[in-house]
T-cell receptor, first 117, second 109 residues
Framework: DGGITQSPKYLFRKEGQNVTLSCEQN?????MYWYRQDPGQGLRLIYY???????QKGDIAEGYSVSREKKESFPLTVTSAQKNPTAFYLC????????????????FGPGTRLTVL | QKEVEQNSGPLSVPEGAIASLNCTYS??????FFWYRQYSGKSPELIMS????GDKEDGRFTAQLNKASQYVSLLIRDSQPSDSATYLC?????????FGTGTRLQVFP
């Protein structure tokens, strides 16, 4: 059963705590992405990785950290430095990094809804 | 800042009608364009991709691309209540996608 899995589905965090969101894919995709979505908003890119042991900041990387030690895994840590972390977090992957003219597409996991109490 | 613009809606259409969703983008260098459908509380799912000027049809969905005018649209024929969702337009930007904020479509019986 191939796809992208994210866990947990719902996550509650107290202020000042770090939390780590899991993203795993068994599609053999090289590229993986983390997005944040706020109510009524589009997707904003947090971090992305085109290859193992390498990743780049997206548009809203402050207060977040990632690692890419394995091809199939791209965990996201929401640190206490993130001032407003309550949001819907989406992980995505694609065969290769998106390039102009590429026909690769991104596929999304089911998401993790994080709430800060 | 490269941008992708969509009307937030809601766009309300009766069942059986054609729904027309539009998207404009700012980067003339973009070459790959995608439409995703997102049901409330769920993750986006890919509906269509288009790379060349003109129309691309897949079942009830038609994507239209006009690079000269920098817009891409999605037509949904014979709209059904199950099509009610938010439709996200995405455009390539170097090595990632930029998403619009989405258009909410409501199909009423």
């Amino acid at each position: 059963d191939g796809g992208i899995t994210q866990s947990p589905k719902y996550l509650f965090r107290k202020e000042g705590q770090n939390v780590t969101l899991s993203c795993e894919q068994n599609l053999n995709h090289d590229a993986m992405y983390w997005y944040r979505q706020d109510p009524g908003q589009g997707l904003r890119l947090i971090y992305y990785s085109q290859i193992v042991n390498d990743f780049q900041k997206g548009d809203i990387a402050e207060g977040y950290s990632v690692s890419r030690e394995k091809k199939e895994s791209f965990p996201l840590t929401v640190t206490s430095a993130q001032k407003n972390p309550t949001a819907f977090y989406l992980c995505a992957s694609s065969i290769d990094s998106i390039r102009p003219g590429s026909t690769d597409t991104q596929y999304f996991g089911p998401g993790t809804r994080l709430t800060v109490l | 800042q490269k941008e992708v613009e969509q009307n937030s809606g809601p766009l309300s259409v009766p069942e059986g009608a054609i729904a027309s969703l539009n998207c404009t983008y700012s980067d003339r260098g973009s070459q790959s364009f995608f439409w995703y459908r997102q049901y409330s509380g769920k993750s986006p799912e890919l509906i269509m991709s288009i790379y060349s000027n003109g129309d691309k049809e897949d079942g009830r969905f038609t994507a239209q691309l006009n690079k000269a005018s920098q817009y891409v649209s999605l037509l949904i024929r014979d709209s059904q209540p199950s099509d009610s969702a938010t439709y996200l337009c995405a455009v390539d930007n170097t090595d990632k996608l930029i998403f619009g904020t989405g258009t909410r479509l409501q199909v009423f019986p």
